[in-house]
């Protein structure tokens, strides 16, 4: 079977955005690949260094990966800090990587904002955190939402550059690829990785303004939907959702140029598994006053039993760190034999 890796930071509550562009996807892969599922501690350190609650943080992201259905049984679930190999070939990685890459990365410039100078180098090498996150497993498939888009094109990058550059020590490795770069043959030792942006929502966008995505950071809570939201705040949040005044539209081609209206139907649509244009047949031609209700009455089935199973799970945080424990365990069998194969191919005694 092919593997597939991600990642959730356990930065902030999450939202519907995380669920419907990636978390939703992570359980529907499980059939069809072996999956790591890796709650990025290392990665929650580079925007704000100091947290009141990391390891809370921690196991809450994990609860929530446990209660949307990932089976940590099959597959694995643990945090990156517990691996080591996730440093170390992100070292490696600096070196492979240009600084001119990573200050094209438009989540840096986001992230650090003006004073660029004072942003933690850290989060200045963030893609080659993540990129070693992936090739650590080979991982073949990545499912993220679109913001994270360009850091798996970075990812490609990186791991074409270590294979070409690399590429007579990793032929006489023994544990080549051959893989064609262009017109060339080359040996190659990483994948060159594959995302699947292709979520019921891979971009959910805040419901105070359609043209952001809904974050995790936003200051305003009103702006996303949090799966640990109880029935009458997630009711409030969309009633409260911004909206334009006219009605929906009578076909789906009408929702260009609203991206507040176009937001709230792809989230229906996510929430029922059906297309925009299903939901359009329904509501097309309504107002929101009648669209938000039925939209809340769906977002409450579907998140409060997560929310329920979450609270059960973080009541008791042995079993949770158990999981995580026993995850890192499988994981590291897979790191150590990447970064033996690393390190004999760089030429590390
Ligand atoms: P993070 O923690 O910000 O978000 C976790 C996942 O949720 C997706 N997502 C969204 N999808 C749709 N609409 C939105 N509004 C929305 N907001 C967030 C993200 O795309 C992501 O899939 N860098 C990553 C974590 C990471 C990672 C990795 C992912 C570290 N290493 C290796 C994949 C592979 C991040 O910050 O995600």
Known sequence: KERVFSGVQPTGNLHLGNYLGAIKRFVALQDSYDCIYCVVDLHAITAQLVHEDLKG??????AAFLAAGIDPERHIVFNQSAVSGHAELAWIFNCVARIGWMNRMTQFKDKAGKDRENASLGLLAYPSLMAADILLYRATHVPVGDDQKQHLELTRDI?????????????????????????ERIDAYFPLTEPLIEGPAPRVMSLR???KKMSKSDPSDLSRINLTDDADTILKKIRKAKTDPDALPSEVEGLAGRPEAENLV??????????RASVIAEFGGRQFSEFKPALA??????VAPMNGEMRRLMDDPGHIDAVLAKGAAKARVIADETMADVKDIIGFL
């Open 297 to 302: 009455d769906l977002a409450v089935e579907k």
């Open 159 to 183: 791991a074409m550059k270590f294979n070409i550059d690399f590429s007579g020590k990793i032929a006489s490795s023994g544990r080549a690829v051959e893989t064609i770069v262009g017109e």
């Open 209 to 211: 303004d359609g043209t």
């Open 266 to 275: 792809t989230l229906y649509a996510a929430l029922a598994e059906t297309s």
């Open 57 to 62: 943080q921690t196991r809450s992201i994990t």
